[in-house]
Structures are given as structure tokens and as C-alpha cells.
């Protein structure tokens, strides 16, 4: 997939800084047609508080958390709710959400506090109790999150008309809801029309790539991609209750298959990653298509094709990731050529991916769905059988997985399952 050659592995050296501003891709998608929001809100937080005299280590603090202030919501309609009005206090249950996430990951648990303040009044209580420091960076997000708020609301007028009422709003609301010394920096930040005319997304994409060049590089810890991964998987799964902790158990069993099918330990690390990250890209497909308790019509249907792009286009932003990101997008590909997004074939489908695929249709249908119950382990061989007689998916694989039965299911879903007669190859249908 990768032109340049095998991708270095995933305990070669990354920059939490290029991992996060592809993690905010993601995010970003969530707002279906709004565009980029978490990347709007963190340039207008990083250029208020650059005004406001913060300092570098502070202006990466702020900017990181601004990108990923939004961890706490994977519904589209949700999010669309946050920005649809200025007043929002009951919608900041997100923002405790985000922060609870975050911190699972030790080099974030600053940037956690700071996302947990991200919708918090100036003067009201959590605010006050909160590090000066942090106080600070929290409300120069909620300040950008409202300003976005009110670009919304208007859209369809050029920006810079928009820009002046917004500005007078955000200046009437200094000391109860913002910072006054912030109010300052921002109207100070905006008054050029630059800083507005940033805001198209051609402009801002580069603007953060800047941005993020500028500041201190952040070296990750041993173990971040996979502790990273996690917690996106979390943000997936948690669009619907229907598919809590699939991508977890696609993780697992990939994982398990891979040392079945005789990967190495590291090679199976990765898989693990592909497994956690392959529906990143479905943060992006509105919550009515995920949750239809019915078949989907070709509209709806054509949305969903797009999830696995995404997937691809997000990950490969990673170095260390770039290989894992084609077995990732791949799940969906089928042996025949007939799969999307590529239409790969046979030949160019690599071993991960299939594994991938054949753990993501069996965690999929042991799990409950809006339409069906879950199905149990020899009923789910049955059904894997068939798509490998129809070219969908890697025959020996499925095989691979019936001759472990008990180790696979237990993998996918956390309970054991009895063994499944193995059937001899060339007889499944
Ligand atoms: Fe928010
Ligand atoms: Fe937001
Ligand atoms: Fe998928």
C-alpha cells in the first residue's frame, strides 16, 4: 500500500503532536456538515491565547486539547444539538465525558483537566475551583467552541459581516462567562480580517500543520499508539449502544489470529491497532444510518461506503501507522474484487486485512443487533463458511478460526464458546 516501502513499526519514535492532529481528523468528522469544527475552535483558541501572552509550552497545551476537545461526543446528532445554540449548559456532559477519556492516556491528564472546563462559566463554581493554569486554557476553548457556535448560526452571510456582531456578543459576556483578560486577547486576535479568512478549510489544514511544526515535538511513551487507539475505539463504539467494545473485540481477535496464523508478536501488536482503528472513519456516518432497524436503501448504503476511506486517509497521516492503515481500510474488500473502497483483489489484499475482515464480521454478528439477536459460535462459523465460498472472504482463515473455536469466540466477545466441527476444505458453501 505504502510506495515508499515498509512502514517503520509502531515503537519506532512518534510525535504525540502528528498523532493527534490525525486523531482530530477524525473527530471532525462527527460534524457531518459542519466542516472541521475542532480544528476551527483550536485556531481560534491558540490565536486568542497566543494574544493573550500565554506561554509556548501553554499554547501547545491549549492547542492539543482544543483539537480534541470534542473526544466526549461520537454522535452526530449530538453535536449538531452543541452547535445548533449558544445556550448549552445541559449538552456539557461531553466535556466530562471527553476529560474521563482523555485521561486514560498519562501524557494527556493535562490536557484532559483543560477539555473538562471546555463548556464552564468563568465565574461559576468548577471553573473558580479549578488550577489557575488550566481555568485559563479551558475558557479560551469554550470562548472559540461559542464563537463557532454563532459562525453557525449564520451561515450563508460572508464571514467578516458575521465577524462584527460576534465580536460585540463575545465582548458583552467578559467575567461572567469568559475570561476578561481573554475577551481582550481575542478581540485583539480577530480584529484583523486574516484571522477570519483563516477559518476557510483550505487555509486552516496548513495552519495547523504550521502550528504544530512551531512547538516543542512531544515524544510518545512505549505503548502510546495502542493506549491512543483504545481510546478512539471507545469514541466509536460508543455511536450506538450496539456496538460497544466491537472495535475491541476485532482488536482481540485479529490479534489472536494473527499468532494462529503464524505473525510475529510485534506484527500482531499492530494488528490489534488496525483492529481498534478500522471504523474511525464511521464517526463520520449520521447516527439514523448506523441505528435503522431495517436494510439500507442505496442513499444510505453509499454513505456507509465511505467509512473505510476515511479510515485510510486518517491513519495514513500517522509514519508509523502508514501500513496499518491499508489493513485497517481493507475490511471491507473482498477476494472477488467486488468490496469497497478500493475494489482490491485477491492478490492485493494483504494477509492483515483479511484477518480483519474475517474478525469484524464475527465479532459483528456475536454481538446484538437493532434488527437481530446475537447469533452463537457454530451459527456465526456457518455464515463466515458461506462468505468464503463466495469469494468474500479468506477461506483458510475462516477455517483457521473454526479449528479454534473456544479461543476465538472468547476473544471476540469475552465469553467461551464449545469447539465447532472443522469442515474439510473445498466442501463449504
Ligand atoms: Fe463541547
Ligand atoms: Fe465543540
Ligand atoms: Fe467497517
Redesign the pocket.
Known sequence: MDPAGPSPSASDSVDLNEVVLALSDALDLVGVDVVQ??KR?AYMAAATGQASGLSRDDLSDLHLAALL??AG?SSTRE?AS??GRFEFEEAADHAGRGASLLARFGPFSRLAEIVRL?HASWDGPESRAAEPGVRLLGNAIFLA?RV?ALLRAEEGRDVLLRSRSIRRAIAGLATTRFSPRLVEAFLDASAPQAFWLTLEPRHLDRHHVELLGASRPRPAPAGALRSLAGIFAVIVDAKSPFTARHSEGVARLASVLGRLAGLPPEECGLLEIAGLLHDIGKLGVPDEILEKPAPLDEAEFARIEHHTFETWQILRRVAPLREVAGWAADHHESIEGHGYPFRHHDGEIPLQARIVAVADVYQALAQKRPYRGSLPAAEIVGVLRKMAGGGKLDPSLVELLARNVPECHAAATGDPAPPVQPVPPGSTS
Open positions: 469544527h475542532g475552535v476537545h470534542d461526543v453535536l452543541i452547535l471546555h467552541d463557532d
